[in-house]
């Protein structure tokens, strides 16, 4: 149980401000809670089961900075997908909440997926799979990324009361630019 807490302690506390959870906001403002969470969940237990599973060995077949450098181009198109989605509309109502669908699901879990291969919580899972069993690790680091999604989430569904779509959307814009600027540069 101590690779549980130490595991999901870990990768909440590294999420926090990081990049899933400006991507779960983001996409709590497109499609409905359930369909993120879902589409995300899925997509974090397969990802922190790969890394538990392979521990180490992903750093010595990938450099670090060609996850680096993949993950900056994935956030600029983040960010162009993100701008297109505000160019076309003129009022509040064409961006719309999309439905609960397996399309909806899919985008969210492989847009995420691709953002977190090279993530810091990814090679932290790695690590702690060396020291503890994988099954705890991938169980901790699931749990602790599940829930700084769900608050993610939920925050992006108050930010909405608050602002309006069209604004979060190109804050969220501007940041996947800068991200990936300072990915591709660092």
Avoid at 33 to 51: E, H, K, Q
Avoid at 88 to 102: F, K
Avoid at 105 to 122: R, S, Y
Avoid at 124 to 133: E, G, K, R
Wanted: aromatic share 8%; charged share 10%; hydrophobic share 65%.
């Amino acid at each position: 149980m101590e690779a549980v807490f130490i595991a999901a302690a870990l990768v909440f506390v590294a999420e926090l401000g990081d990049k899933s959870q400006l991507m779960a906001m983001t996409f709590a403002t497109r499609f409905r809670a359930r369909t993120v969470i879902l589409g995300m969940g899925i997509a974090c237990a397969i990802i922190n089961l790969a890394s538990a599973l392979v521990g180490e060995a992903l750093g010595s077949f990938i450099p670090e900075h060609v996850l680096q450098v993949v993950a900056g181009v994935v956030f600029l198109v983040f960010a162009a997908i993100t701008a297109w989605s505000l160019l076309g509309s003129e009022d509040e109502e064409e961006i719309a909440v999309v439905p609960h669908s397996r399309r909806a699901l899919v985008t969210v879990g492989l847009a995420f997926t691709l953002a977190e291969l090279g993530d810091k919580t990814m090679f932290a899972t790695m690590t702690l799979a060396t020291q503890y069993s994988w099954v705890w690790v991938w169980v901790g680091s699931t749990a602790g990324m599940l829930l700084s999604i769900i608050l993610a989430v939920l925050l992006g569904k108050q930010i909405l009361k608050v602002l309006p779509v069209r604004a979060v959307h190109a804050v969220a814009a501007v940041l996947f630019a800068a991200l990936g600027i300072w990915l591709l540069l660092g």
